[in-house]
Protein backbone atom coordinates (compact mmCIF):
# COMPACT_ATOMS: atom_id res chain seq x y z
CA UNK A 1 0.00 0.00 0.00
CA UNK A 2 1.56 3.77 -0.79
CA UNK A 3 2.28 5.70 1.98
CA UNK A 4 -0.64 7.97 2.79
CA UNK A 5 1.55 11.24 3.38
CA UNK A 6 3.97 12.31 0.53
CA UNK A 7 7.10 13.60 2.24
CA UNK A 8 6.62 17.23 0.90
CA UNK A 9 3.43 17.53 2.85
CA UNK A 10 3.19 20.00 5.51
CA UNK A 11 2.27 18.43 9.15
CA UNK A 12 -1.26 20.35 9.81
CA UNK A 13 -0.14 19.92 13.74
CA UNK A 14 2.41 22.35 12.95
CA UNK A 15 0.13 24.82 11.44
CA UNK A 16 -2.34 26.18 13.61
CA UNK A 17 -4.35 27.85 10.21
CA UNK A 18 -4.34 24.90 8.82
CA UNK A 19 -4.92 22.69 11.38
CA UNK A 20 -8.14 24.94 11.93
CA UNK A 21 -9.20 25.07 8.49
CA UNK A 22 -9.04 21.20 7.79
CA UNK A 23 -11.01 20.17 10.76
CA UNK A 24 -13.64 22.66 9.86
CA UNK A 25 -16.75 20.35 9.12
CA UNK A 26 -18.12 23.21 5.79
CA UNK A 27 -16.79 21.09 3.09
CA UNK A 28 -19.32 18.66 4.05
CA UNK A 29 -21.61 21.01 2.63
CA UNK A 30 -19.89 20.40 -0.71
CA UNK A 31 -20.31 16.59 -0.27
CA UNK A 32 -22.56 15.97 -3.52
CA UNK A 33 -20.98 18.17 -5.30
CA UNK A 34 -17.99 16.26 -5.64
CA UNK A 35 -19.60 13.07 -6.01
CA UNK A 36 -21.62 14.47 -8.97
CA UNK A 37 -18.18 16.09 -10.35
CA UNK A 38 -16.47 12.30 -9.63
CA UNK A 39 -19.14 10.42 -11.54
CA UNK A 40 -19.40 13.52 -14.40
CA UNK A 41 -16.33 10.86 -15.64
CA UNK A 42 -17.99 8.26 -17.69
CA UNK A 43 -15.61 5.55 -16.30
CA UNK A 44 -16.29 6.58 -12.82
CA UNK A 45 -20.02 6.78 -13.25
CA UNK A 46 -19.82 3.11 -14.50
CA UNK A 47 -18.01 1.74 -12.02
CA UNK A 48 -20.32 3.29 -9.04
CA UNK A 49 -23.56 2.28 -11.01
CA UNK A 50 -22.18 -1.30 -11.22
CA UNK A 51 -20.92 -1.53 -7.65
CA UNK A 52 -23.11 0.99 -5.63
CA UNK A 53 -26.29 0.73 -3.48
CA UNK A 54 -27.23 4.14 -4.22
CA UNK A 55 -30.65 3.54 -4.76
CA UNK A 56 -30.91 1.79 -1.26
CA UNK A 57 -28.66 3.96 0.86
CA UNK A 58 -27.64 6.97 -1.39
CA UNK A 59 -26.07 8.62 1.76
CA UNK A 60 -23.59 5.79 2.52
CA UNK A 61 -21.18 7.04 -0.56
CA UNK A 62 -21.37 10.44 0.95
CA UNK A 63 -20.35 8.99 4.06
CA UNK A 64 -17.27 6.78 3.36
CA UNK A 65 -16.44 9.89 1.22
CA UNK A 66 -16.30 11.85 4.21
CA UNK A 67 -14.44 9.14 5.82
CA UNK A 68 -11.98 8.85 3.75
CA UNK A 69 -11.36 12.33 3.54
CA UNK A 70 -10.95 13.52 7.23
CA UNK A 71 -9.43 9.89 7.86
CA UNK A 72 -6.59 10.72 5.54
CA UNK A 73 -5.92 14.49 5.81
CA UNK A 74 -6.56 14.47 9.69
CA UNK A 75 -6.40 11.45 11.41
CA UNK A 76 -3.78 9.37 12.78
CA UNK A 77 -1.94 6.98 10.27
CA UNK A 78 -3.87 4.01 11.46
CA UNK A 79 -7.34 6.40 10.56
CA UNK A 80 -5.43 6.57 7.41
CA UNK A 81 -4.18 3.16 6.36
CA UNK A 82 -7.90 1.54 7.57
CA UNK A 83 -9.83 4.35 5.18
CA UNK A 84 -7.26 3.37 2.50
CA UNK A 85 -7.61 -0.47 2.62
CA UNK A 86 -11.47 -0.12 2.76
CA UNK A 87 -11.61 1.95 -0.26
CA UNK A 88 -9.02 -0.66 -1.80
CA UNK A 89 -11.50 -3.60 -0.84
CA UNK A 90 -14.75 -1.58 -2.56
CA UNK A 91 -12.55 -0.48 -5.92
CA UNK A 92 -11.13 -4.31 -6.16
CA UNK A 93 -13.79 -5.75 -8.18
CA UNK A 94 -14.10 -1.84 -10.30
CA UNK A 95 -13.10 -1.80 -13.68
CA UNK A 96 -10.72 1.18 -14.01
CA UNK A 97 -10.80 2.00 -10.71
CA UNK A 98 -6.89 2.12 -10.22
CA UNK A 99 -6.70 4.24 -13.47
CA UNK A 100 -4.46 6.73 -11.57
CA UNK A 101 -6.32 9.61 -14.29
CA UNK A 102 -9.70 8.92 -12.40
CA UNK A 103 -7.91 8.45 -8.93
CA UNK A 104 -6.76 11.97 -9.46
CA UNK A 105 -9.86 13.10 -10.23
CA UNK A 106 -11.59 11.63 -7.62
CA UNK A 107 -9.07 13.11 -4.84
CA UNK A 108 -8.97 17.04 -7.39
CA UNK A 109 -13.32 16.86 -6.84
CA UNK A 110 -12.43 16.93 -3.26
CA UNK A 111 -9.82 19.61 -2.95
CA UNK A 112 -11.95 21.69 -5.12
CA UNK A 113 -15.37 21.14 -3.71
CA UNK A 114 -13.48 22.00 -0.11
CA UNK A 115 -12.62 25.59 -1.04
CA UNK A 116 -15.97 26.12 -3.32
CA UNK A 117 -17.11 25.61 -0.06
CA UNK A 118 -15.51 27.56 2.41
CA UNK A 119 -16.26 30.38 -0.72
CA UNK A 120 -20.33 29.61 -0.25
CA UNK A 121 -20.55 29.28 3.23
CA UNK A 122 -18.24 30.78 5.50
CA UNK A 123 -14.73 32.68 4.36
CA UNK A 124 -12.72 32.28 1.24
CA UNK A 125 -9.20 30.82 2.26
CA UNK A 126 -6.62 32.77 1.49
CA UNK A 127 -3.91 32.38 -1.61
CA UNK A 128 -1.44 31.01 0.71
CA UNK A 129 -3.62 29.30 3.04
CA UNK A 130 -4.89 27.16 -0.05
CA UNK A 131 -1.48 26.24 -0.84
CA UNK A 132 -0.60 24.46 1.89
CA UNK A 133 -4.58 22.75 1.70
CA UNK A 134 -3.14 21.60 -1.60
CA UNK A 135 -0.72 20.14 0.00
CA UNK A 136 -2.16 18.64 2.63
CA UNK A 137 -5.11 16.76 0.23
CA UNK A 138 -2.14 15.07 -1.59
CA UNK A 139 -2.20 12.34 0.50
CA UNK A 140 -5.85 11.71 -0.76
CA UNK A 141 -4.29 10.93 -4.14
CA UNK A 142 -1.36 9.27 -2.78
CA UNK A 143 -3.30 7.02 -0.95
CA UNK A 144 -5.47 6.09 -4.66
CA UNK A 145 -2.21 5.05 -5.64
CA UNK A 146 -1.28 8.49 -7.92
CA UNK A 147 2.11 8.79 -7.79
CA UNK A 148 2.95 12.18 -5.77
CA UNK A 149 4.40 13.52 -9.09
CA UNK A 150 1.14 13.89 -10.42
CA UNK A 151 -0.73 15.73 -7.76
CA UNK A 152 -0.39 19.58 -8.75
CA UNK A 153 2.66 21.31 -7.35
CA UNK A 154 0.87 24.62 -6.75
CA UNK A 155 -2.59 26.17 -6.78
CA UNK A 156 -1.81 27.34 -10.15
CA UNK A 157 -0.95 24.06 -11.93
CA UNK A 158 -4.25 22.65 -10.60
CA UNK A 159 -6.44 25.42 -11.72
CA UNK A 160 -4.80 24.48 -15.01
CA UNK A 161 -5.51 20.74 -14.58
CA UNK A 162 -8.81 21.12 -13.23
CA UNK A 163 -9.90 23.45 -16.23
CA UNK A 164 -8.41 20.98 -18.77
CA UNK A 165 -10.20 18.17 -16.88
CA UNK A 166 -13.57 19.99 -16.83
CA UNK A 167 -13.66 20.63 -20.50
CA UNK A 168 -13.21 16.88 -20.99
CA UNK A 169 -15.90 15.04 -19.08
CA UNK A 170 -19.20 13.87 -20.55
CA UNK A 171 -21.95 12.99 -18.13
CA UNK A 172 -23.32 9.88 -19.27
CA UNK A 173 -26.62 7.69 -18.74
CA UNK A 174 -24.70 5.67 -15.76
CA UNK A 175 -24.00 9.19 -14.26
CA UNK A 176 -28.11 10.53 -14.18
CA UNK A 177 -29.02 7.09 -12.89
CA UNK A 178 -26.79 7.48 -10.12
CA UNK A 179 -27.79 10.91 -9.26
CA UNK A 180 -31.66 10.11 -9.30
CA UNK A 181 -30.41 7.65 -6.71
CA UNK A 182 -28.76 10.50 -4.61
CA UNK A 183 -30.79 13.58 -5.09
CA UNK A 184 -34.46 11.54 -4.85
CA UNK A 185 -33.55 8.40 -2.49
CA UNK A 186 -36.41 6.09 -2.10
CA UNK A 187 -35.48 4.36 0.54
CA UNK A 188 -33.27 6.64 3.03
CA UNK A 189 -34.57 7.26 6.45
CA UNK A 190 -37.32 10.08 6.86
CA UNK A 191 -34.55 12.59 8.34
CA UNK A 192 -32.46 12.08 5.22
CA UNK A 193 -35.26 12.85 2.67
CA UNK A 194 -36.64 15.79 4.88
CA UNK A 195 -33.52 17.20 4.15
CA UNK A 196 -33.24 16.56 0.24
CA UNK A 197 -34.92 19.68 -0.95
CA UNK A 198 -31.89 21.92 0.48
CA UNK A 199 -29.22 19.53 -0.57
CA UNK A 200 -30.66 19.07 -3.99
CA UNK A 201 -30.64 23.05 -4.09
CA UNK A 202 -26.74 23.57 -2.68
CA UNK A 203 -25.49 20.66 -4.81
CA UNK A 204 -26.52 21.69 -7.84
CA UNK A 205 -25.91 25.31 -7.65
CA UNK A 206 -22.30 24.61 -6.62
CA UNK A 207 -21.51 23.16 -9.85
CA UNK A 208 -19.38 24.53 -12.46
CA UNK A 209 -21.71 25.91 -15.25
CA UNK A 210 -20.89 23.51 -18.24
CA UNK A 211 -20.97 20.40 -15.77
CA UNK A 212 -24.37 21.28 -14.55
CA UNK A 213 -25.93 21.75 -17.93
CA UNK A 214 -24.95 18.55 -18.59
CA UNK A 215 -26.26 16.38 -16.24
CA UNK A 216 -29.80 18.97 -17.50
CA UNK A 217 -30.53 20.26 -14.17
CA UNK A 218 -32.73 23.18 -14.15
CA UNK A 219 -30.94 26.26 -12.95
CA UNK A 220 -33.48 29.57 -13.72
CA UNK A 221 -34.20 32.47 -11.67
CA UNK A 222 -36.26 30.89 -9.00
CA UNK A 223 -33.63 28.30 -8.67
CA UNK A 224 -30.61 30.65 -8.33
CA UNK A 225 -33.23 32.67 -5.37
CA UNK A 226 -33.61 29.61 -3.54
CA UNK A 227 -29.51 29.06 -4.18
CA UNK A 228 -28.84 32.20 -2.77
CA UNK A 229 -31.61 32.26 -0.01
CA UNK A 230 -29.90 28.98 1.00
CA UNK A 231 -26.26 30.25 0.86
CA UNK A 232 -27.51 33.16 2.94
CA UNK A 233 -29.26 30.75 5.77
CA UNK A 234 -26.72 28.45 5.86
CA UNK A 235 -24.14 31.36 6.43
CA UNK A 236 -25.94 32.65 9.28
CA UNK A 237 -26.15 29.24 10.64
CA UNK A 238 -22.97 28.80 11.10
CA UNK A 239 -21.86 32.09 12.10
CA UNK A 240 -23.95 31.46 15.32
CA UNK A 241 -22.87 27.70 15.84
CA UNK A 242 -20.28 27.10 18.80
CA UNK A 243 -16.95 26.10 16.81
CA UNK A 244 -16.53 22.73 18.74
CA UNK A 245 -19.84 21.95 16.86
CA UNK A 246 -18.64 22.96 13.42
CA UNK A 247 -15.52 20.27 13.69
CA UNK A 248 -17.85 17.65 15.05
CA UNK A 249 -18.50 16.01 11.97
CA UNK A 250 -14.79 14.92 11.40
CA UNK A 251 -14.72 13.04 14.90
CA UNK A 252 -18.04 11.10 14.34
CA UNK A 253 -17.14 10.45 11.05
CA UNK A 254 -13.54 8.76 12.17
CA UNK A 255 -15.38 7.22 15.24
CA UNK A 256 -17.94 5.29 12.85
CA UNK A 257 -15.11 4.15 10.69
CA UNK A 258 -12.90 2.85 13.56
CA UNK A 259 -16.32 0.55 14.78
CA UNK A 260 -16.60 -0.76 11.64
CA UNK A 261 -13.20 -1.40 11.42
CA UNK A 262 -13.37 -3.30 14.58
CA UNK A 263 -16.36 -5.23 13.73
CA UNK A 264 -14.73 -6.37 10.21
CA UNK A 265 -11.13 -6.42 10.93
Known amino acids: MPAA??????????????????????????????????????????????????????????????MYVYAVVVGSPEDAATATAFVNRAHAPVAGADQVDRQRWVAATLYDSALRAHDAFGDPVPPDLARRMLDAYAPLGVALRVPADRWPSSVDAFETYWADTLVALRVSDDARGVVRDLLHPRFAPLWVRAAMPLVRIVTVGLLPDAVRDQYGFAWGPREQRRYRRATAAIRRTRAIVPRWVLRLPGPLLLRAMRRTAARHP
Not at 28 to 33: F, Y
Request: aromatic share 2%.
Open 5 to 66: RRASSPSPGRDRDLTRLLADSTPVLAGGRAILLQIADPVVAAGVRRHSDFARRPQQRLAHTL
